[in-house]
């Protein structure tokens, strides 16, 4: 068993991680178009073409934290070398240079992809950690529920504090006030990426003797049905859940009207997130994961239809869907990331080659190509239906980011409902698994 202790520490390396990745997904768009003044088609196109470096980047990492060998382990190292370059980077991305438009961009672009770049290489390591924490798969929940629980608190600090931080540092000069507010994000999470590589420790290592290429684990990682299907996953769920949470912004401030509330919005639908986050590993416990996981997904689809409907007028109902979606569809995230771990144990016993760190990195990528996916759909989006900054929207546009922020994320979880009924990893086949790979070779 992992104390509680434990458990928290490394839940606060997904608070640090979350601080910067929460505010990507709600205000980097907002900043680029209304504070650097960059189209947000321009933007949207940007994100998706960042993600080309993830293709290389990504694997990379993965497989350099799997040759990995320290005195701290194989994971837990990055968290200490990388914490101090992911602060400087992250505010970086959020600095209004004195350029001309064409430079300004130059300058978005340079630096979105270091912070993107930067990210892969501290999250796919921490990532990686919570599957070498523990073997046990109901442990496992425990674990990504308390990573998840203080992940999403970084969110509520996100969404909680921003705007505010931004009018109080910036005092009507909104770019100086979104740099200090990073400046004072990225210092907490620095402190907390250092509690988490202090308060934690690696138990599983790999199998002695192993050494593979790049190649070899790649193909390993190929050959592994059950984490393929994650992957399908995770692009469409991210997909769906970054167009509607990076447009929730101009939801709640042109469609609904009241950009006073934005900062309320964000903040219980964080905190919606948390709950459901805490309540996956009760669930966990009573309820086939897998059945639990198809079923949130469905109803997180259904909220988003039923919220085409709700009126512009419908305050308190429009904060009810948001927050209920929330809480559904991140009860179904521990339940994810404790899959992921799962995958490992099925690829070593199905490939003979124990490659967590490839895993991981692999299923992040497709995570944060649904990230790029969403925010630059977003971005198209609002060019699509006319959307102009910072002033009144025709009806069209209004409409238009309605029905971005509300159909067309449900499609993305009906996706993923389909998909993951082929996932058969359930605790029964892992526990036999984990018995085949202790048994003493023959």
Not at 79 to 88: G, H, K, S, V, Y
Not at 106 to 129: E, G, H, K, Q, S
Not at 332 to 361: C, E, F, N
Request: aromatic share 14%; hydrophobic share 50%; proline share 3%.
């Amino acid at each position: 068993m992992i104390s509680i202790r434990e458990k928290i520490a490394y839940g606060l390396g997904d608070t640090a991680s979350n601080i910067i990745f929460q505010t990507v997904m709600m205000f980097l768009l907002l900043f680029y178009t209304d504070v650097m003044g960059l189209s947000p088609a321009t933007v949207g196109t940007m994100f998706l073409v960042v993600r080309i470096f993830d293709a290389v980047t990504d694997p990379l990492m993965g497989n350099i934290a799997d040759r990995t060998k320290s005195r701290w382990g194989q994971f837990r190292p990055y968290l200490l070398w990388l914490a101090f370059p992911f602060a400087i980077i992250s505010i970086l991305a959020f600095t209004t240079p004195d350029l001309s438009a064409d430079n300004k961009l130059l300058y978005a672009f340079v630096t979105y992809t270091l912070l993107m770049v930067a990210y892969t290489a501290i999250n796919i390591p921490y990532c990686a950690l919570g599957g070498v924490l523990t073997a046990d798969a109901k442990e496992r929940v425990t674990v990504q529920s308390y990573r998840f629980v203080f992940g999403m608190l970084g969110g509520v600090i996100v969404a909680g504090a921003t705007m505010p931080m931004v009018q109080w540092f910036g005092q009507g000069d909104t770019a100086k006030g979104y740099q200090l507010t990073m400046v004072t994000m990225s210092t907490l999470g620095l402190v907390m990426f250092l509690l988490c590589f202090v308060g934690t420790k690696e138990r599983i290592s790999l199998p002695e003797h192993q050494e593979t290429s790049f190649k070899e684990s790649m193909r390993s990682l190929w050959q592994n049905d059950q984490w393929r299907i994650l992957c399908v996953a995770a692009l469409f769920l991210l997909t769906g859940q970054v167009l509607r949470f990076t447009l929730a912004v101009y939801y709640v401030k042109y469609f609904l009207g009241r950009e006073d509330l934005i900062t309320y919005f964000l903040t219980l639908g964080v905190i919606g997130s948390m709950v459901g986050c805490a309540v996956a590993q009760p669930l966990a416990k009573r309820v086939c994961k897998i059945k639990a996981y198809i079923w949130l997904q469905t109803i997180s689809a259904c909220i988003c239809v039923l919220s085409f409907f709700i009126e512009s007028d419908q305050l308190v109902l429009a904060f009810v869907a948001f927050i209920a979606w929330k809480f559904f569809l991140d009860m179904a995230t521990p339940l994810l990331w404790a899959k992921m771990a799962d995958t490992i144990d099925y690829g070593h016993q199905k490939t003979g080659l124990r490659v967590t760190g490839m895993v991981y990195s692999g299923v992040v990528f497709f995570i944060k190509m649904g990230v790029a996916l969403g925010g630059a759909a977003a971005g198209w989006l609002l060019a699509f239906y006319d959307y102009q900054a910072d002033v009144a929207q025709t009806e069209a546009t209004k409409q238009g980011i309605l029905l971005s922020f509300t159909l067309l994320p449900a499609i993305g979880s009906f996706i993923v409902a389909w998909v993951m009924r082929k996932y058969t990893l359930n605790d029964e086949k892992i526990e036999h698994i984990q018995s085949e790979l202790r048994a003493p070779a023959s």
